[in-house]
């Protein structure tokens, strides 16, 4: 067997006993109602603002919800995220480019709080590895900006192809960054037929509220978009990361 038939091996597996953590924790989670809302982005795309304001408006309505935080270094988004009045919590992943079910497995047993309906979880800034990772999530948002170019999503069709709702953010920039809209639209389409569009802005407020009662539909029982079969990526792990 050559090299690299070892590696594809070894990182199937890796991702196999991911998948059966990520289901036993999607199991446990639902006997507590708990669901666990998975967000996916590139660094800068306003995830984090975005984040911010929801769990606000959501604290203001009297919603237990929680956020974890996943960074390779520092506290800085904790922190932001900390002024809605939500509880947070910063994981720093030492490097490692994505979270991973058995992470967010030993942060929900030491930490989440009882009462808590919907765990919002801002994946590390990087839309390739953290997409092969099922962290046991009722609702996978991919988010992007509108500086970064409409062909983002034929880019990183596993990413916007596993979601099961697409954020547009900094609409508010759309203009001046020459956004072509309806190309995005149809790039979003071709690797994930139907999925819903939301279009945001966290300086005027667009799209809060639109992302936090989806949230909640899904939180209630509503069906969500189901995404066609992205291919995973081989995320170029070794047979070392397997514990």
Same mark, same amino acid.
């Given at each position: ?5 070892d590696v594809t ?11 059966? &953590?990520?289901?036993? +924790? @999607?199991?446990? =989670? ?7 809302v998975?967000? !996916?982005?590139? /660094?800068?795309?306003?995830?984090t ?19 974890l ?13 900390a ?12 490097g ?18 009882a ?19 099922? &962290?046991?999530?009722? +609702? @996978?948002?991919? =988010? ?8 983002k999503? !034929?880019?990183y /069709?596993?990413?916007?192809?596993s ?8 609409t ?9 809209a ?13 999925v ?10 667009e ?10 539909a ?9 995404p ?16």
């Open positions: 067997m050559c090299e690299s038939e091996h070894a990182t199937q597996a890796i991702l196999a006993k991911n998948d059966g &953590l990520a289901a036993r +924790l @999607r199991g446990d =989670l639902a006997l507590r109602g708990v669901s666990v998975n967000l !996916l982005s590139s /660094p800068g795309s306003g995830k603002e975005l984040l911010g304001r929801v769990l606000a408006r959501a604290v203001e309505r009297g919603i237990p919800v929680a956020a935080t996943a960074d390779l270094a520092t506290e800085n988004d904790a922190t932001r995220l002024r809605s009045g939500a509880p947070v919590k910063q994981l720093l992943t030492d490692l480019c994505h979270l991973e079910a058995r992470q967010l497995r030993g942060h929900v047993e030491d930490w989440l709080p009462d808590t309906s919907v765990l919002f979880v801002e994946n590390v800034g990087n839309l390739v590895c953290p997409a092969s990772y099922d &962290l046991g999530e009722s +609702l @996978r948002i991919a =988010l992007m900006a509108v500086t970064e170019g409409a062909d999503p !034929l880019k /069709p596993t990413a916007f192809g979601a099961h709702l697409v954020v547009l953010t900094k508010d920039l759309a203009e001046p960054a020459d956004f072509d309806a190309a995005f639209e149809s790039h979003v389409q071709r690797v994930n037929p139907g819903e569009i939301v279009r945001s802005c966290a300086r005027t407020g799209g809060v509220d639109t992302v936090l009662e989806r949230v909640l899904v939180r209630d029982g509503a069906p969500v978009h189901r066609p079969l992205a291919p995973r990526p081989h995320p170029g792990l070794t047979a070392d990361h397997v514990s």
